[in-house]
């Protein structure tokens, strides 16, 4: 026998030594449980712990201290610990008389023979408040970048119209008919910056990922306003692919959104219909509003490529999502419209078929 096993076994040295009092003055609840779920001995830290009397804690099935939500889970391993499988580790939730949570973790070993339980649990709330904490700051960090990624990627993404429609402008330009030297260097170092700064734009696209934005701002906005200047921004592009666009605002006249919202969603939207618009024909794009159901609503219609919506339901609103091969597609039209529609509270559906175009509709939180 080993030294550690001689003084161990050595029955004056155990005699010396007052094995209640251990028992009684362990931080650590200590608890010895019968098969038929009621407590056979605890010590004091249990009934402080939990903030009831040792004749309540003895009178009462353990399970009825247990906090709802654990119950069924603890049960399951209490099965197992009955078929003398030791349990450690386990943590769960305690409802205390003052009605506040308590997390314990606990080592139990079942002793057959005896019909018994001897466990061990620590108190970990503390412990758990830190996680808690530090998990809900961890979460409020990353919304704030995603926040911020938004705001650029939003920017960048929505630059990028305007920006096509001045390249546009250079394309149109016969300048076979200017014959001053210094005007031809001039537009063509303008028309080399614009193009730089295109993709520019589209390098920020490819890199940025962006969700929800928080504290946007809302405001009483006209329709017909909002469609105007969107049209505005897009004339070359809209007189050159030779669009048509009707829109009846008669029903719902004005909503409570965000300006910069709603001009993103009818840009992205109007510029996706031309993009994917049938091979020989015009763009035709019809947009109005209605309320059903007490609900003001916004409908988009267009009568291009459409796609097949039960293929791509699932991806429809993702980001870098693409339904058709187009060199200046990003994927993100959708993303943002859907991002913007749904971070105030909205919701958004969608109706395509192959060929025969694609319809959004747009509910607006009240």
């Known amino acids: 026998m080993d030294e550690y096993s ?12 007052n094995l209640e009092l251990f028992f009684d003055l362990s931080a650590d609840l200590l608890c010895v449980t019968g098969y038929d779920g009621y407590f056979k001995k605890i010590n004091p830290i249990v009934s402080k712990t939990l903030g009831y009397t040792f004749e309540e804690l003895y009178s009462r099935p353990v399970y009825t201290f247990i906090h709802p939500d654990d119950q069924e889970l603890t049960a399951e391993h209490r099965k197992n610990l009955l078929k003398n499988n030791p349990l450690l580790n386990f943590e769960n939730r305690y409802v205390t008389n003052e009605g506040e949570i308590v997390w314990l973790s606990w080592t139990s070993m079942p002793v057959e023979s005896q019909q018994v339980v001897f466990a061990i649990a620590k108190n970990i709330t503390y412990q758990k408040k830190l996680e808690e904490d ?5 979460a409020n960090l990353t919304k704030i970048n995603k926040d911020l990624k938004q705001l650029n990627y939003t920017t960048s993404h929505d630059l990028r119209s305007p920006v096509s429609n001045l390249i546009s402008v250079f394309h149109l330009l016969d300048v076979s008919k200017i014959e001053d030297e210094e005007t031809l260097e001039f537009i063509d170092v303008l028309k ?10 589209n390098k920020y696209i490819d890199d940025l990922i962006s969700k929800d934005i928080l504290n946007i701002h809302t405001e009483e906005l006209e329709l017909e306003d909002c469609l105007h200047d969107v049209k505005k921004s897009l004339s070359t592009l809209i007189l050159n692919s030779g669009t048509i666009i009707t829109a009846d605002f008669s029903e719902v006249r004005k909503i409570n959104f965000n300006r910069t919202y ?36 916004l409908i988009f219609r267009d009568e291009g490529l459409g796609f097949d ?9 993702g980001l870098n999502q693409k339904f058709h091969e187009h060199t200046d597609s990003k994927g993100i039209g ?27 509709v747009i509910s607006f939180k009240n």
């Open 262 to 297: 709603l001009e993103s969603i009818l840009l992205n939207l109007i510029t996706n219909s031309i993009k994917y618009v049938k091979v020989g024909q015009a763009p035709f794009i019809t947009i109005y509003s209605q309320q059903k159901n007490g609900i003001n609503q």
């Open 309 to 317: 919506i039960d293929k791509v339901k699932d991806r429809i609103f």
């Open 134 to 138: 530090r998990n809900t700051l961890l």
């Open 6 to 17: 001689k003084v161990n076994h050595n029955p004056a040295i155990t005699d010396n030594f």
């Open 334 to 360: 959708l993303y943002l419209v859907h991002n913007h529609v749904t971070s105030l509270g909205g919701n958004i559906t969608i109706e395509s078929k192959v060929n025969e175009g694609t319809k959004f």
């Open 192 to 201: 080399s910056a614009t193009e730089n700064l295109k993709d520019t734009l």
